[in-house]
T-cell receptor
Framework: GAGVSQSPSNKVTEKGKDVELRCDPI?????LYWYRQSLGQGLEFLIY????????KSGLPSDRFSAERTGGSVSTLTIQRTQQEDSAVYLC????????????????FGPGTRLTVL | RKEVEQDPGPFNVPEGATVAFNCTYS??????FFWYRQDCRKEPKLLMS???SGNEDGRFTAQLNRASQYISLLIRDSKLSDSATYLC????????????FGQGTELSVKP
């Protein structure tokens, strides 16, 4: 079946511009996560959506970052007034949110959006 | 101190070697534990979950020591295709499936 898809795959923008990154999770997955991976910082959690619950925004680095998930499916991560330090690969993941077993819940990652802020 | 710390690497080993990766985590209430694999410029993929009883999947063996807050991954008879970055990952207790990643250890298997 189809995996997690993200668009665009690459985005180059000028400092100060707004950008929107899109994530299409695996059909039927109720949980959706955004992470980013930058040199020197590794992979870091940004935000988590689970069903109709309020999202966990604890990883968003500043108020320039926001995300929404419409209809429990597609999600958009928006970065306003981009800065050079926002340059990174932004990864989306989805899962069934099955935390009942000892195996934990498997997250499936999309290919990411590589953002470059000039 | 980072929540999840790993050997920095890189590890350069010949084919057929056995290589061990170590990882420690700081939050004693961490709930689930994983090793992910990430190939160059690709997304991370789950390699295996890690249990206190230890688990094995072919040439890969993972171990968790909750008392020491220590996780390990052993790769036996390493192959060229094992070359990748190995990420130690934990989930905090009662925070959904939020993943906390270590910095990763790069492995390069040479002929």
């Amino acid at each position: 079946g189809a995996g997690v898809s993200q668009s665009p795959s690459n985005k180059v923008t000028e400092k100060g511009k707004d950008v929107e990154l899109r994530c299409d999770p695996i059909s039927g997955h109720t949980a959706l996560y955004w992470y980013r991976q930058s040199l020197g910082q590794g992979l870091e959690f940004l935000i988590y959506f689970q069903g109709n619950s309020a999202p966990d925004k604890s990883g968003l680095p500043s108020d320039r970052f926001s995300a929404e998930r419409t209809g429990g499916s597609v999600s958009t991560l928006t970065i306003q007034r981009t800065q050079q330090e926002d340059s990174a690969v932004y990864l989306c993941a989805s899962s069934l949110a099955d935390f009942s077993g000892s195996r934990g819940d498997t997250q499936y990652f999309g290919p990411g959006t590589r953002l470059t802020v000039l | 101190r980072k929540e999840v710390e790993q050997d920095p690497g890189p590890f350069n080993v010949p084919e057929g070697a056995t290589v061990a990766f170590n990882c420690t985590y700081s939050n004693s209430a961490s709930q689930s534990f994983f090793w992910y694999r990430q190939d160059c410029r690709k997304e991370p993929k789950l390699l295996m979950s890690v249990y206190s009883s230890g688990n094995e999947d072919g040439r890969f063996t993972a171990q968790l020591n909750r008392a020491s807050q220590y996780i390990s991954l052993l790769i036996r008879d390493s192959k060229l295709s094992d070359s990748a970055t190995y990420l130690c990952v934990v989930t905090p207790y009662n925070q959904g499936g939020k993943l906390i990643f270590g910095q990763g250890t790069e492995l390069s298997v040479k002929p």
